[in-house]
């Protein structure tokens, strides 16, 4: 597509629920990026996944959080047994060369807006 | 650990006034920089971006400087408008792989 996607725009869930976010990069983007943004807070960093490598996974911020990539292409971020803290604005971002360099940055999607009540 | 932060966490510039956003980050071995602006309800934009091996960039209206002595980072937007009322983030690239964004900067043009 011309831009990165994401659904849902908007996740209201209860507490103690999974839900599952999807990201549809732009085609032929080869990273892809999942962050996390609090009300009032700067971007937090939550997983990579570039080409066939294995995946960062390092800012996940616990077990509960997963995310795959299938095919290389779409993506799915997982929140098992959500909790209030969960709720935030999770963005994707893809781009076309390794750590985005060389001019292209980072291609966002609006976010999806989970609330967990 | 690294860090990137702001300033100021809201700036009101008058229509037409130029505006000067700051970042501040922590890791000198960051070598590569990104300004986005977020609208409400969007994800981030790329604006502009900026090596250290370069201390000013420009684009249309907008500029960025690059002090890598005092590692601060500034983005100068010229003959604000209204559309240019956002949130803005530097964002800093140390590894290759993934960048570190700071809280962002809420700029308000007042028409």
């Known amino acids: 597509g011309a831009g990165v996607s994401q659904s849902p725009s908007n996740k209201v869930t209860e507490k103690g629920k999974d839900v599952e976010l999807r990201c549809d990069p732009i085609?032929?983007?080869?990273?892809l990026y999942w962050y996390r943004q609090s009300l009032g807070q700067g971007l937090e960093f939550l997983i990579y996944?570039?080409?066939?490598?294995?995946?960062?996974k390092s800012g996940l911020p616990s077990d509960r959080f997963s995310a795959e990539r299938t095919g290389g292409s779409v993506s799915t971020l997982t929140i098992q047994r959500t909790q209030q803290e969960d709720s935030a604005v999770y963005l994707c971002?893809?781009?076309?060369?390794?750590?985005?360099?060389?001019?292209?940055?980072?291609?966002f999607g609006s976010g999806t807006r989970l609330t967990v009540v | 650990g690294e860090s990137v932060g702001l300033h100021l966490p809201t700036l009101s510039v008058q229509e037409g006034d130029n505006s000067i956003i700051n970042c501040a980050y922590s890791?000198?071995?960051?070598?590569?920089f990104i300004w986005y602006k977020q609208e409400s309800g969007k994800g981030p934009q790329f604006i502009i971006d900026?090596?250290?091996?370069?201390d000013k960039r420009q684009g249309q209206r907008v500029t960025v400087l690059l002090n890598k002595t005092v590692k601060h980072l500034s983005l100068q937007i010229a003959a604000t408008q209204p559309g240019d009322s956002a949130v803005y983030f530097c964002?800093?690239?140390?590894?290759?792989?993934?960048?570190?964004f700071g809280t962002g900067t809420s700029l308000t043009v007042i028409p």
């Open positions: 085609s032929g983007h080869t990273a």
């Open positions: 964002a800093e690239n140390a590894r290759g792989n993934q960048f570190y």
């Open positions: 996944f570039q080409g066939n490598s294995a995946p960062d």
């Open positions: 900026i090596r250290s091996n370069m």
């Open positions: 890791n000198s071995a960051s070598d590569y």
């Open positions: 971002a893809s781009s076309l060369v390794l750590g985005a360099q060389g001019g292209y940055g980072y291609t």
